[in-house]
């Protein structure tokens, strides 16, 4: 990426931060809809530490891949920090929160949490127009 003329190296550092966050963001929405949790996960932690703004919805994403892998404790904390951003996300990451902290922390990933996971995605995408409702997969 070149700098464009008339740009502060500033901003300039800036945005290639931002484009480097929505890749990451970007990669592990497909890898989560592919059922590639494990990938996803890193991929969104990337996302939300490069992001200059709190993105509610990478910290959604984030918190249905952990609920969806098994790790309930991380899930809660990425789905409360949605929760606190204001936004349309506000009531779904409240749930997923609740959710997570009630399972037991040795608790294996059940059809029941997986299933939550991808209509909750798929909603989320619907939402956000990225992808139909039809074209989300569903278990």
């Known amino acids: 990426m070149a700098k464009p003329e008339g740009m502060s190296d500033a901003n300039f550092t800036e945005l290639k931060k931002q484009t480097l966050a929505m890749a990451h963001g970007s990669l592990a929405l497909v890898q989560v809809h592919k059922n590639e949790l494990e990938a996803a996960i890193p991929e969104l932690e ?12 990478n910290y959604y994403v984030l918190g249905v891949a952990n609920q969806n892998a098994g790790h309930f404790e991380k899930a809660a904390v990425a789905f409360e920090k949605c929760a606190a951003v204001k936004s349309n996300l506000q009531g779904p990451c409240t749930t997923g929160a609740e959710q997570s902290k009630k399972r037991p922390l040795n608790d294996r990933r059940s059809k029941d949490s997986k299933d939550w996971g991808s209509c909750a995605l798929a909603e989320l995408c619907y939402n956000r127009r990225h992808l139909s409702h039809t074209d989300a997969r569903r278990p």
Do not use: K, R
Request: hydrophobic share 40%.
């Open 46 to 57: 990337q996302a939300v530490a490069l992001a200059s703004n709190e993105d509610p919805t």
